[in-house]
């Protein structure tokens, strides 16, 4: 049977052609009922599913297809349902647009860490006056300079 068109237009045309109404009985018929009730739904969610879902073919070699399947399998998954999985995954996570946000997070993130680091060696240097210490601090903030330039320059 296609799953395009559905041959029977009602249950009356669908008993007429195995023909249940001219030898069976009303058990005959009813299950003839049952069998053309189930017929028409699997035909119905065949064309909804058609409707809404596309199909993608795709080739391995045997050694990938086994490679495919054992992780698959360690997965707890079915084939198709692990390929589809890992596809949609490598697609929602390397997006350019998934790129863009994650580089602006990190962005924002070093940029108060460094934020962070800066106070802390300015914290430092003006609690402690040891002399040692001091041009240790001095180079330490000119470091920070540095590198808050290149990160303002580069972000």
Do not use: C
Not at 96 to 118: D, P, V, Y
Not at 122 to 151: C, D, G, H, R, V
Request: charged share 25%; proline share 1%; aromatic share 12%.
């Amino acid at each position: 049977m296609k799953t395009t068109n559905f041959p029977y237009n009602n249950v009356q045309a669908y008993l007429d052609a195995i023909g249940v109404l001219e030898w069976g009985t009303a058990q005959d018929v009813e299950n003839s009922r049952k069998e053309y009730r189930k017929l028409y739904l699997q035909h119905y969610q065949k064309r909804r599913y058609q409707s809404t879902h596309t199909n993608i073919s795709i080739s391995f070699s045997k050694k990938e297809k086994v490679i495919l399947e054992r992780l698959a399998l360690e997965q707890g998954k079915k084939l198709t349902g692990f390929l589809k999985d890992i596809a949609l995954l490598y697609a929602e996570t390397n997006s350019i647009h998934t790129a863009n946000i994650r580089a602006s997070k990190t962005t924002t993130e070093i940029k108060q860490l460094f934020s962070l680091g800066f106070d802390v060696v300015e914290e430092l240097a003006f609690e402690n006056s040891y002399p040692e210490l001091s041009n240790s601090y001095q180079e330490l903030l000119q470091l920070f300079k540095q590198l808050e330039t290149l990160l303002n320059q580069e972000f």
